[in-house]
């Protein structure tokens, strides 16, 4: 007999134990300023925000999810993205194995369906116009999924996270 918890997770919660490249899907429920290092305050407006980052040592994809999960929840900071997670909720995990680094290449596909804010995010080690894109909505997310997916020929595999394996939906005041 199996018992299916989908109330826990739609899909897969099982993310690869290998190195790959992955994105998250954060939704930033109200509009925030932050402070993020040496780029300054940045206004963030409301809405989904798709990350593009690789994980490409020990304990791979799920090592590296795991931490942007455990971090967002303690609100800690380390990486730039981590001032976003602490804010927001992180909603999906869109993980492929492999040890070629895609980051840079699928920041450039997600921002056909979004725009790149800010300039340099998260792009401290590369030389591309950053790794977060702006999307304005669930269909927008949708849609980033379907491109990307087809991009890497269905080998990328969708993990949604319930709340409380991420941050609170409210920020703090
Ligand atoms: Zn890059």
Known sequence: MVTV???????????????????LIINLPIARELLIGRLGSIDFPQGYYAYAGSALGSGGLNARVCRHLRLASKKRIHWHIDHLTSVGCI??????????????TWADILSQNGR???PRFGASDCRCPGHLILLDSADEVENTWLALRSECKDNLQR??????SSSPKQPLA
């Open 5 to 23: 918890h989908s109330q826990i997770n739609h899909s897969s919660p099982i993310i690869p134990k290998l190195p790959g490249s992955y994105v």
């Open 159 to 164: 993990t949604r996270f319930g709340q409380s």
């Open 91 to 104: 909603e999906e995990a869109w993980c492929m194995a492999g040890s070629q680094r895609w980051e840079c």
């Open 116 to 118: 790149r804010l800010p």
